[in-house]
C-alpha cells in the first residue's frame, strides 16, 4: 500500500475520516508514482471501484449512466478507491501510481482492452460499454465474480469512448 511522500502532517492513504482534515480536492503525491485527490463520498465505495469526482470533490462510483451519457462526464475526473470509504467519508482516491488494486469482473489478463462493466465502478475485459484508458493491467486474476485482487498502474483513468469498441 502506498504511502505518502508530501511533506503533510496527518495525510493518510490507507484509510479514511468521518471528519474533513484537508480541502476538497486537495492532491497528495505518495510511494510508486502515486498521485491522491482529496473527496468526500456519498455513499459506501468498496476497495478498487473506479469513482468519478466532480469539482466540488464528491466521489461517486463510475456507471454507464452517469459517465457516457451526453454531457454527463463533462467535468469528472476519475479515481481508483484503494480502501472502503463509507457513505460521506473523506479520504484519498488514486489517479496515478504503480500497483494499484481494480475492481473486475471475469478474467483480467494484460493487454487487454478495458471497458467499464454493467457492475457499477467495476472494469470488464468484455466489450460490454465506455472504453477506458489510463488503467494498465499488471497482474492477472480470474474469477467469475466480482475480484480486487486484480493490480495495475494507474496514469489519469478516463473514458475515451462511450461504445465497447477498442481504441485504435
Not at 462526464?73 to 488514486?94: D, H, K, N, P, W
Request: net charge neutral.
Amino acid at each position: 500500500m502506498a504511502f505518502t511522500t508530501s511533506s503533510v502532517l496527518g495525510a493518510n492513504l490507507q484509510g479514511s475520516s468521518a471528519t474533513q482534515l484537508f480541502t476538497l480536492n486537495q492532491i497528495m503525491h505518495g510511494s510508486d508514482g502515486s498521485e491522491w485527490q482529496y473527496v468526500v463520498t456519498t455513499g459506501t465505495l468498496t476497495t478498487g471501484l473506479l469513482v468519478m469526482i466532480n469539482a466540488n470533490g464528491t466521489a461517486l462510483s463510475a456507471s454507464t449512466a452517469n459517465l457516457i451519457a451526453p454531457g454527463a462526464g463533462i467535468g469528472y475526473s476519475l479515481g481508483v478507491t484503494q480502501f472502503q470509504l463509507l457513505g460521506t467519508e473523506f479520504g484519498f482516491v488514486a489517479r496515478r501510481g504503480h500497483n494499484m488494486i481494480v475492481a473486475s469482473t471475469g478474467s483480467l489478463n494484460f493487454p487487454n482492452v478495458l471497458y467499464l462493466s454493467p457492475t457499477i465502478g467495476v472494469i470488464a475485459t468484455g466489450a460490454t460499454s465506455a472504453t477506458l484508458a489510463g488503467i494498465y493491467i499488471t497482474t492477472s486474476a480470474s474469477t467469475a465474480t466480482l475480484s480486487t485482487i486484480g493490480r495495475a498502474i494507474l496514469n489519469y483513468p478516463r473514458c475515451v469512448n462511450a461504445s465497447a469498441t477498442p481504441l485504435g
